[in-house]
């Protein structure tokens, strides 16, 4: 699938389910922006010994903060409401895989919370795209549009620094096990109205 190497695409049908219940996919949505920043955050505060590294995701993590406001701002102007916080069974599902492969030192919890980060933007991008070429409703298919370039941008962060910092670790072959993962489990997903669901 393109720059983004995922084996599995998204049904586009998906955004049939998406379109019955606008509220619930941006209250989804917007709480998925507001852990990524959460996310970027804590690979900071674990790792604040690479100063390129901090000053990159301070950045991202400062965007996906302006994507949570985004979202947040169109929930207002549609007159929804940001209801609570969604479980997202699908990063669950990813984390349990990190917390499995990390043999225990420092680089590889870094390179397995990096390329666990870079495979969440990843997806996400994916489903932005199907979003911003199947909703009808223009207003979102032009937000999520610009989203998806956002998304693409933050994946190729996470890919970057785990290269950089994997220093015995073999990031390619690793890479591919996670996307192998990942295509195992999405094949689960995609019939709830919510980004990974």
Known sequence: MGVLRLELPTDPRWVNIVEKNIEEILTDHAWCEQKAATNAITIITNNSE???LVTDLLAL?????????????????RGLKLGRERKDDYVNELAQYMKRSNNGSRVSGLVERLLFSAMIEARSCERFKVLSENIQDEELSKFY????????GHYTTFITYARKYGKG?????????????????????????????
Do not use: C, P
Request: net charge negative; charged share 40%; proline share 0%.
């Open 50 to 52: 690479h100063e390129d």
């Open 61 to 77: 993590a400062k965007e996906e903060l302006d994507h949570f406001e985004q979202v947040h701002d169109i929930i207002k102007k």
């Open 145 to 152: 549009r610009e989203l998806m370039e956002s998304e693409a």
């Open 169 to 197: 670790i073999d990031v390619e072959k690793r890479w591919r096990e996670w996307i192998a993962f990942e295509a195992q489990i999405i094949a689960n997903y995609g019939n709830k109205e919510t980004i990974h669901g």
